[in-house]
């Protein structure tokens, strides 16, 4: 049986050879999690796994190497504290016939630092990132990441659930992030994130958690994470403390209907931007334009934010398999804030939302 490294190292190779790459290098990132399964301890010690058209070589750290042999048979060189990786790299791009490599592609989320020491060896080649390649191949999900993604966003409905239930006059945001993040451990996931914004702080997309206090005709924004077996998830949803401020309905109304008008549109073959145009444009038309202040999406695999990103200037043409978020939002300084977020995988009919919670607000 062919395991999930196998056939996405193979894919890889063919997309080598199609553009004509001659050696891809990663760090101990996702990208070399989503290809192997696994990746080393990350630190500053360079290490990297070496691919070409042909074959594979590890760079790494000698006290890291014992343990990550259990989990590949890729070859292995090896470097200490003492000598430093020179020698050890040499010796890798020498076997690999790849000191003259012309086209190579480097991974965009390593450290800068095993980036510059593998370019010093090839000044020669030039340079790119994995947006074609590794980067377009992890953007489609198969169902092994479809069913972790899946698990994890019934997992987050749950523990919004309990958000919901728990929230009350007189709790600090920072009350309430900590039961979610009881509730993700109770349920064995990490918790990631938790974004409780209360009245005023919702406003700010990216608010701080903190000790505000909950209060009467409060509007709050929470939007949580969660992590079980390698994969995250994301969702936000807005409950309301007791009689809700005037014309926050036909703000979260406004919300929901840019939501609704994004998944519309959702299908293969469409471009990223269409997407953002069309939550924008609901937004826009009920007077709201300037207070939709980010991009209408990001994707979700191994990390929380990875490609594709739907946003206004993105020509990416959607294939199936992606997943990513639809999160329009209205942020009114000073007042309150909506987010609704939805995960959706695209199928040939359209997308899937794997989330099946309402996107009803939840009143207290």
């Excluded at 193979?10 to 050696?23: G, N, P, R």
């Excluded at 510059?116 to 390649?133: E, G, M, S, V």
């Excluded at 993700?184 to 990631?192: D, N």
């Amino acid at each position: 049986m062919t395991s999930p490294t196998q056939t996405r190292l193979a894919s890889l190779k063919t997309l080598m050879k199609a553009e004509a790459i001659d050696l891809i290098a990663l760090g101990p990132t996702a990208h070399m999690q989503w290809l192997l399964g696994f990746h080393p301890h990350a630190d500053e010690r360079p290490c990297l796994l070496l691919l070409t058209q042909e074959s594979e070589a590890f760079l790494m750290p000698a006290l890291n190497a014992e343990g990550s042999k259990a989990h590949s048979q890729i070859p292995f060189y090896t470097w200490s504290d003492e000598f430093g990786p020179e020698s050890a790299l040499k010796a890798a791009l020498t076997d690999l016939k790849m000191l003259a490599a012309q086209c190579l592609i480097l991974d965009e989320t390593m450290r800068a630092d095993f980036a510059l020491l593998l370019l010093d060896h090839l000044p020669q080649a030039k340079h790119a990132f994995t947006q074609r390649n590794l980067g377009r191949l992890r953007m489609s999900k198969d169902e092994t990441e479809y069913k972790a993604l899946k698990m994890n966003a019934a997992i987050a409905d749950r523990v919004m659930q309990q958000a919901f239930k728990a929230l009350k006059v007189g709790m600090s945001e920072l009350e309430l992030a900590a039961i979610v993040q009881d509730s993700f451990k109770s349920q064995g996931a990490k918790p990631m994130f938790a974004i409780i914004g209360r009245g005023p702080n919702g406003a700010y997309p990216h608010h701080q958690t903190g000790q505000d206090t909950l209060q009467e005709g409060d509007v709050v924004v929470i939007d949580i994470g969660g992590s079980k077996e390698a994969y995250p998830s994301d969702i936000t949803r807005v409950a309301v403390v007791g009689k809700a401020p005037e014309e926050y309905q036909h703000v979260h109304d406004t919300v929901n209907r840019a939501v609704e008008a994004a998944l519309a549109v959702i299908k293969p073959g469409v471009r990223a931007k269409d997407i953002d145009s069309a939550a924008r444009q609901v937004i826009s038309q009920a007077g709201y334009g300037p207070y939709f202040v980010h991009r209408t999406g990001h994707g979700l695999g191994l990390e929380i934010h990875e490609p594709p990103y739907i946003t206004s200037t993105s020509d990416l043409i959607i294939e199936a398999g992606m997943v990513f978020s639809v999160e329009p939002g209205i942020y009114l300084p000073g007042r309150f804030g909506v987010r609704l977020e939805e995960i959706v995988i695209v199928r040939q009919t359209g997308p899937e939302i794997l989330s099946d919670l309402s996107r009803e607000a939840h009143w207290v």
